[in-house]
């Protein structure tokens, strides 16, 4: 049994005075996350800071032709929010694609890109894990890691992050708006989330202060050409192996500007410039795509069971640009659950 103290914040510098005064607080929006791993004992908050009164659930245009997105806006409504569908329909699929219709309704923007990683170890408090316990050790690295991360892992943690959510925002260089004691800043969505390195207790650049307010997409959605493919155990309800965002902008057969990030391989969404590069004036090939994907894949190394991830993650880029490139985003279409 875990004691807490718990508090409903009415406005956003309420939330802020309580998290300051209490190093050990947590903010709490939809639960979905947060009172698993409570109920597990990884997470022992002192105080919950209930952040669902807070107005921070309005979807809106910017002036620069883009969209701010609350951070309490549920992901539900946000994928079949009617801009969202129309003109960043790659990040609706990404929600369609993530945990089921209930969870959706419940999960909030801010609440998904602060998810922690599903890192079995993680979650059993009888195994070393650093994430958990920073120094007692890396249980996954010599055993079963078959969800395991290819790409920027450490000797400290071969975690992955596993939103389908963020793989999106990645591909539409979203920026995160914060909110602390100091003030109010914004973070690239590519410099939001950190690799282990040395200190894998920190998924993110987020201090335990501060709270998301927003997320903001530029104008730019891909809604032409664009593609999520999740390759998972399950056809539903199963967090990704391998998935893959793609916003694709073309003159006829040739690529003006590719933009892919890879989910499911590391400790956050996997872009890299040097493969997109690669795309850029070239015709939109089988070939070219298999050297992008090379080229992204370049320094993946597999742990043992998570092996496979390696030419899955290849085979999942050509499909996804080849569906990107044809126009044929084969998109969840999933129906709101009231
Ligand atoms: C069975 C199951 C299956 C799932 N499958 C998938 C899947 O396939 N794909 C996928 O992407 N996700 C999946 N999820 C994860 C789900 O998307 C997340 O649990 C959800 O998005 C978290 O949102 P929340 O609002 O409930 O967060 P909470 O649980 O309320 O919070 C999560 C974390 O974020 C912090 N937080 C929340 N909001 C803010 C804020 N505004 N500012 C600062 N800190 C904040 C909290 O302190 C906490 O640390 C699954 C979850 C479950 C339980
Ligand atoms: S991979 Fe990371 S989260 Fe999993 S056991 Fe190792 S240190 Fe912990």
């Known amino acids: 049994m875990i004691n807490f103290e718990y508090t409903r914040a009415s406005a956003i510098s309420d939330a802020l005075r309580v998290a300051s005064s209490d190093p050990n607080a947590k903010f709490i929006a939809g639960g979905t996350n947060l009172i698993d791993l409570m109920k597990q004992n990884v997470e022992k908050p002192t105080r919950l800071i209930d952040i669902t009164h807070l107005p921070l659930k309005e979807v809106e245009d910017t002036p620069s032709g883009g969209l701010k997105i609350g951070a309490l806006v549920p992901n539900s409504d946000l994928a079949y929010h009617p801009t969202v569908e129309a003109?960043?329909?790659?990040?609706?699929?990404?929600?369609?694609?993530?945990?089921?219709?209930?969870?959706?309704n419940m999960a909030s923007t801010g609440g998904n890109v602060l998810q922690r990683t599903r890192c079995f170890y993680f979650y059993d408090t009888t195994t070393p894990c650093n994430k958990r316990k920073p120094g007692s050790g890396c249980s996954a690295i010599r055993g079963i890691n078959r969800q395991h991360a290819i790409l920027g892992t450490s000797d400290a943690c071969i975690a992955t992050h596993p939103s389908d959510m963020c793989v999106?925002?990645?591909?539409?260089?979203?920026?995160?708006?914060?909110?602390?004691?100091?003030?109010?800043?914004?973070?690239?969505?590519t410099d939001f989330h950190r690799l282990p390195g040395t200190t894998p207790e920190h998924d993110t650049n987020l201090q335990q202060d501060e709270i998301i307010t927003a997320v903001e997409l530029?104008?730019?959605?891909?809604?032409?050409?664009?593609?999520?493919?999740?390759?998972?155990?399950?056809?539903?309800?199963?967090?990704?192996?391998?998935?893959?965002?793609?916003?694709?902008?073309?003159?006829?057969?040739?690529?003006?500007?590719a933009r892919f990030a890879l989910g499911g391989v590391a400790h956050k969404p996997w872009r890299d410039p040097l493969a997109e590069g690669l795309l850029q004036g070239q015709p939109a090939t089988e070939e070219?795509?298999?050297?992008?994907?090379?080229?992204?894949?370049?320094?993946?190394?597999?742990?043992?069971?998570?092996?496979?991830?390696?030419p899955l993650g290849r085979k999942a880029i050509i499909r996804a640009l080849t569906q990107a490139a044809n126009g044929t985003p084969q998109s969840q279409s999933d129906k709101k659950i009231a």
């Not at 999106?168 to 969505?189: K, M, Q």
């Not at 032409?224 to 694709?248: H, I, M, N, P």
């Not at 070219?288 to 390696?310: C, E, S, T, V």
């Open 87 to 104: 003109r960043y329909p790659l990040l609706a699929s990404a929600i369609l694609a993530g945990a089921s219709g209930q969870l959706r």
């Open 168 to 189: 999106a925002l990645t591909v539409l260089e979203a920026t995160v708006h914060v909110a602390g004691p100091s003030g109010e800043r914004s973070i690239a969505f």
């Open 218 to 257: 530029p104008a730019k959605g891909f809604a032409e050409r664009y593609t999520y493919l999740k390759l998972r155990d399950r056809l539903s309800y199963a967090f990704a192996l391998v998935s893959v965002a793609v916003g694709l902008d073309m003159d006829g057969d040739t690529i003006k500007e």
């Open 288 to 310: 070219h795509f298999a050297k992008a994907a090379d080229m992204l894949l370049r320094d993946a190394q597999g742990h043992g069971h998570n092996d496979f991830k390696i």
